[in-house]
């Protein structure tokens, strides 16, 4: 069942769930409570079967800041430092960064489409996010930063190993390399957005009539898409072929596919069960 949550709110109507990042950190910033909370939230939706898609958005005027360092030094802070730093504190930070990263590997192991809607500052742990997003919108204002270097840290939250696969390997390794900052047309021309809207409300506006269009088709079929296209993307051409025929061969017979017919043949709307 979705819970009540600190760093997030959860918004549902007619197959659509909006996650909203709210913080408290300013910006949106990403601190415990997000890193416990995400996970959570994903599974939530995940097996809600009244939920087609996500979308995920920021509350105020940024999509989020990234890691909130001084809210996670809690945690973080006795793994890196001190004299007797050794062994032990090793293994504890590891098993952080991968409790960490269950929050990004919730989005893309997610059956329903998330779509990433963002608004101003998109930075960091931001980036780690909507990399695992199936396909991601912007405002024009929006600017995007993979800013780890600047604080030290080699980003290790999924954008090193998702990005390439959206903008590039030349264009990753120089957000990774230099922490710049990237503008909207920029983002839009590398490929990291589909498209940029000249407004944050623009923006919305079109975020969800693109989640209404997808929550209209057959949601079994939208979410066999998705598996299939992940299961291709480190595959051959021949070996993806093999697989969508045996998985149309297990789970083309539908409900839905009757009624995609028979409202072909009646000239109506159809209205997909996800049966």
């Given at each position: 069942m979705d819970g009540t949550y600190k760093s997030l709110r959860i918004e549902k109507a007619e197959g659509i769930a909006e996650l909203v990042l709210t913080g408290p950190g300013k910006g949106n910033a990403m601190g415990p409570d997000?890193?416990?909370?995400?996970?959570?939230a994903l599974r939530a939706l995940d097996a809600n079967d009244a939920v087609r898609v996500v979308l995920v958005r920021g509350e105020g005027s940024h999509f989020t800041y990234g890691l909130d360092?001084?809210?996670m030094m809690e945690s973080l802070g006795p793994l890196l430092t001190g004299e007797s730093n050794l062994a032990l504190e090793r293994s504890q930070l590891l098993k952080l960064i991968g409790d960490m990263q269950q929050a990004t590997e919730g989005v893309a192991r997610c059956r329903k489409p998330v779509?990433?809607?963002?608004?101003?500052?998109?930075?960091?742990?931001?980036?780690?996010?909507?990399?695992?997003?199936?396909?991601?919108?912007?405002?024009?204002?929006a600017k995007f930063s993979l800013r780890e270097v600047k604080v030290g840290i080699v980003a290790d939250l999924g954008a090193l190993q998702r990005l390439p696969r959206i903008i590039g390997e030349g264009n990753t390794r120089e957000l990774a390399?230099?922490?710049?900052?990237?503008?909207?047309?920029?983002?839009l021309r590398m490929g990291l957005v589909n498209e940029v809207f000249p407004s944050p409300e623009a923006l919305l506006t079109e975020a969800r009539a693109t989640a209404r269009r997808i929550a209209d088709n057959p949601p079994l079929v939208i979410q066999g898409a998705k598996q299939v296209m992940e299961y291709c993307a480190d595959k051959s051409i021949?070996?993806?072929?093999?697989?969508?025929?045996?998985?149309?061969?297990?789970?083309?017979?539908?409900?839905?596919?009757?009624?995609a017919f028979a409202a072909f043949a009646e000239r109506r709307p159809p209205k997909f069960q996800g049966r």
């Amino acid at each position: 069942m979705d819970g009540t949550y600190k760093s997030l709110r959860i918004e549902k109507a007619e197959g659509i769930a909006e996650l909203v990042l709210t913080g408290p950190g300013k910006g949106n910033a990403m601190g415990p409570d997000f890193w416990r909370e995400m996970p959570e939230a994903l599974r939530a939706l995940d097996a809600n079967d009244a939920v087609r898609v996500v979308l995920v958005r920021g509350e105020g005027s940024h999509f989020t800041y990234g890691l909130d360092l001084m809210g996670m030094m809690e945690s973080l802070g006795p793994l890196l430092t001190g004299e007797s730093n050794l062994a032990l504190e090793r293994s504890q930070l590891l098993k952080l960064i991968g409790d960490m990263q269950q929050a990004t590997e919730g989005v893309a192991r997610c059956r329903k489409p998330v779509i990433a809607a963002v608004h101003g500052w998109c930075i960091g742990g931001g980036m780690d996010l909507i990399a695992a997003c199936d396909f991601r919108y912007c405002s024009q204002e929006a600017k995007f930063s993979l800013r780890e270097v600047k604080v030290g840290i080699v980003a290790d939250l999924g954008a090193l190993q998702r990005l390439p696969r959206i903008i590039g390997e030349g264009n990753t390794r120089e957000l990774a390399y230099t922490g710049g900052d990237v503008d909207a047309a920029r983002a839009l021309r590398m490929g990291l957005v589909n498209e940029v809207f000249p407004s944050p409300e623009a923006l919305l506006t079109e975020a969800r009539a693109t989640a209404r269009r997808i929550a209209d088709n057959p949601p079994l079929v939208i979410q066999g898409a998705k598996q299939v296209m992940e299961y291709c993307a480190d595959k051959s051409i021949a070996d993806g072929l093999r697989y969508v025929a045996v998985w149309n061969s297990a789970f083309l017979q539908s409900h839905d596919l009757t009624e995609a017919f028979a409202a072909f043949a009646e000239r109506r709307p159809p209205k997909f069960q996800g049966r």
